[in-house]
T-cell receptor, first 115, second 115 residues
Framework: GENVEQHPSTLSVQEGDSAVIKCTYS??????FPWYKQELGKRPQLIID?????GEKKDQRIAVTLNKTAKHFSLHITETQPEDSAVYFC??????????????FGQGTILTVHP | GAVVSQHPSWVICKSGTSVKIECRSL??????MFWYRQFPKQSLMLMAT?????????EQGVEKDKFLINHASLTLSTLTVTSAHPEDSSFYIC???????????FGPGTRLTVL
């Protein structure tokens, strides 16, 4: 099955700096890569996603890049703010077949933005 | 739109009892619902996938007789933890998806504590 590795496990930045979180996946058939933000005790919230036919996607301060050949994708947050502090998870899934829609999550990154 | 609710939000029970958790899609019909378990400071682990009107598909290592899943309608799935034990204490999160679409919408989670 799919295996997703996420790094770093913790990331501490100063307000205004950029933050980058990286993930690698093992199954070349995966074609959907969402990123979630989870605050303590709450549900994961989708912040951005990318499909395998796209190399980069941006939404205001958040961007995601995908390298299908290397099987890795990254989350970039610019101009970080204290409210960005949370746990971030990457995930991968593939459409079609019996695995359709199944998300495999990375281990998570605890992002702390210091004022 | 795309709101998923869970009930209860938290539950405390005695060892040996059974607990039922409901997952509802409030404003859309979910052809597929997923159940995840999340231990403290860990990632989300998929337990099972359920399609309306079909038997759930369990992930390797998840006991189907202990975690009973019913997906009787396009808006409701239930997870019953039977004969719960302290090691079953966890945060249980459901998500709902529509056939043909990648995005999963997560419920707010249920905190189960087994004494």
């Amino acid at each position: 099955g799919e295996n997703v590795e996420q790094h770093p496990s913790t990331l501490s930045v100063q307000e205004g700096d950029s933050a980058v979180i990286k993930c690698t996946y093992s199954d070349s058939a995966s074609n959907y890569f969402p990123w979630y933000k989870q605050e303590l005790g709450k549900r994961p919230q989708l912040i951005i996603d990318i499909r395998s036919n796209v190399g980069e996607k941006k939404d205001q301060r958040i961007a995601v890049t995908l390298n299908k050949t290397a099987k890795h994708f990254s989350l970039h947050i610019t101009e970080t703010q204290p409210e960005d502090s949370a746990v971030y998870f990457c995930a991968a899934s593939m459409a079609g077949g019996t695995s359709y829609g199944k998300l495999t999550f990375g281990q998570g990154t605890i992002l702390t933005v210091h004022p | 739109g795309a709101v998923v609710s869970q009930h209860p939000s938290w539950v405390i029970c005695k060892s040996g009892t059974s607990v039922k958790i409901e997952c509802r899609s409030l404003d859309f019909q979910a052809t597929t619902m997923f159940w995840y378990r999340q231990f403290p400071k860990q990632s989300l682990m998929l337990m099972a996938t359920s399609n309306e009107g079909s038997k759930a598909t369990y992930e390797q290592g998840v006991e189907k007789d202990k975690f009973l899943i019913n997906h009787a309608s396009l808006t409701l799935s239930t997870l019953t933890v039977t004969s719960a034990h302290p090691e079953d204490s966890s945060f249980y999160i459901c998500s709902a998806a529509v056939a043909g679409l990648d995005t999963q919408y997560f419920g707010p989670g249920t905190r189960l504590t087994v004494l």
